[in-house]
Structures are given as structure tokens and as C-alpha cells.
């Protein structure tokens, strides 16, 4: 297994409960960090224009500033003030459409994932977690 497999198989593990609220941006920053290694994110992630979104979790007031687009992600630890369009979830939302057990088009329909932006970061957005999800499957 890859390192991107196994943060996966934990998180979908992890899901069969609910999550702890504390350890949800841990989750979520290693997933990422772990995608950003891995050559079919990267190719999933080329056609898409490149974005940034200050990741909110509504729950434990963390944040993560996230960034991708033209073949490229990144994410870090940041502060819920920070800049960048901000968007809006609770963990466990975060933590399911990064592990791939929250299909994005229900997360992003359903108001589970609120941009205080505007519309076009929250359709960005969810491309890039559609193409993670696909890169998932191969």
C-alpha cells in the first residue's frame, strides 16, 4: 500500500464512528499531505485551474489553507483567520470528502459545506475533491 492508501484505509476505518472532532484536521492535513505525493492526484489535478480556500472546521474553530490546481496540492495548518476565501464545514465533513466516504456532489448540494466567498470557490472546490475521490479509485 501506498502512504496515500493507508491515510485513506485510516480515515475510512476511523468513519465507521464518529470522529473526534479534535483529531479531524490531523486526519485531514495527513491525507493530504499524503495525496500531494501521489502521481494520480497529481494527474487528476492538472486540468483543473489552479484555486485556494481557507478550510474551516466549524467544530473545534481549526482551519487549513489549502491549495490546488495545474498538477498541484498543498495544504498546512492555519488559523481560522487567515486569508484566502474562506469555506466552512464540520470535520467529519471535511475528513469524509478527503477520505472518500462523502461524495462531494451530496456534501456540496446538501449545504453540508458552506464557501463565504461566492459560488465560484464552492464549485472549484468541489471539482478538486471529485478529482481526488476518482484518483482514489484507480
Same mark, same amino acid.
Given at each position: 500500500?501506498?502512504? *496515500? +492508501?493507508? %491515510?485513506? @484505509?485510516?480515515? !475510512? #476505518? ?6 473526534? /472532532? =479534535? ?8 491525507? *493530504? +499531505?499524503? %495525496?500531494? @505525493?501521489?502521481? !494520480? #492526484? ?6 483543473? /485551474? =489552479? ?11 481549526? %482551519?487549513? @489553507? ?11 495548518? =492555519? ?60
Amino acid at each position: 500500500m501506498t502512504k *496515500l +492508501a493507508d %491515510a485513506i @484505509e485510516a480515515a !475510512r #476505518v476511523a468513519s465507521t464512528s464518529p470522529p473526534n /472532532p =479534535a483529531h479531524a484536521r490531523g486526519a485531514v492535513l495527513a491525507i *493530504l +499531505a499524503a %495525496a500531494a @505525493e501521489d502521481e !494520480r #492526484v497529481i494527474a487528476n489535478l492538472k486540468d483543473v /485551474p =489552479a484555486g485556494r480556500a481557507l478550510l474551516r472546521f466549524t467544530d473545534t474553530q481549526e %482551519a487549513i @489553507e489549502f491549495q490546488a490546481g495545474d498538477g498541484r496540492l498543498h495544504a498546512e495548518a =492555519a488559523d481560522v483567520k487567515g486569508k484566502g476565501p474562506k469555506v466552512d464545514a464540520t470535520g467529519a465533513t471535511w475528513l469524509g470528502l478527503v477520505a472518500g466516504t462523502l461524495k462531494p456532489w451530496l456534501a456540496f448540494t446538501r449545504g453540508m459545506v458552506v464557501a463565504r466567498a461566492g459560488l465560484t470557490e464552492l464549485r472549484w472546490l468541489q471539482q478538486v475533491a471529485e478529482r481526488l475521490q476518482k484518483a482514489y479509485e484507480h
